[in-house]
């Protein structure tokens, strides 16, 4: 079972997530309190300490939760059958990354997500690493003629597409900005 479906059967633990993931996008994980969590979460301090004993626990729930969600979403979108390979790529990767370019808080939330090494260890690393895995096995399997060759390979074109994309990412203004970035450069991968 993921942590998205284990919080799905816990309403008050989802609710909490929900509320750290606000908090810790605002106030990043020094200056957020397990109180200012609680008071977000609707629940007294005490009884977020029944279900996180500490704020570090809290943090890795919340960002565990954040990036198993974006994985999830990622999947969907590479497996949609009604739209063409190059509009699962582009919905696949704006599902990962989109959802840190609109807002204040979403660019928050990615910026801890990105400096988070000394509370999440690999965590970070290895979501980044399992997504790319992903990407890549859905070019493998599924890229239309021509796209793949003895000189690119599918570790190619996902290395190219997920290293820009990240990039984007952080200066895209808009997710369709994004989104028409990821689109350019797959025209330019099928020349």
């Known amino acids: 079972m993921s942590i998205v479906e284990q919080d799905a059967d816990d309403p008050k633990r989802t609710a909490v997530l929900a509320a750290a993931a606000g908090v810790f996008g605002r106030y990043g994980f020094p200056k957020t309190s397990m109180e200012a969590v609680a008071k977000a979460a609707g629940i007294s301090r005490p009884g977020l300490y029944l279900l996180f004993p500490n704020k570090e626990q809290l943090y890795r729930a919340t960002m565990r939760g954040v990036m198993e969600r974006a994985q999830q979403a990622m999947q969907a979108c590479l497996a949609d059958p009604s739209t063409s390979f190059d509009e699962r790529v582009v919905a696949g990767l704006d599902a ?9 808080v979403a660019r928050d939330l990615n910026e801890l997500l990105e400096n988070s090494e000394p509370q999440l260890g690999s965590m970070f690393h290895d979501y980044q690493v399992r997504a790319q895995a992903t990407l890549r096995a859905h070019i493998d399997a599924t ?6 060759d003895a000189q690119r390979t599918a ?3 996902m290395d190219l597409l ?3 994309a990240l990039t984007w990412k ?13 689109r350019r450069a797959l025209r330019l991968l099928h020349r």
Request: no cysteine.
């Open 96 to 104: 990962l990354m989109g959802p840190y370019i609109d807002t204040q």
């Open 143 to 148: 890229a239309p003629g021509g796209l793949l």
């Open 155 to 157: 570790d190619d074109v």
């Open 170 to 182: 952080s200066t895209s203004t808009t997710r369709d900005e994004f989104r028409d970035r990821i």
């Open 162 to 164: 997920f290293s820009a």
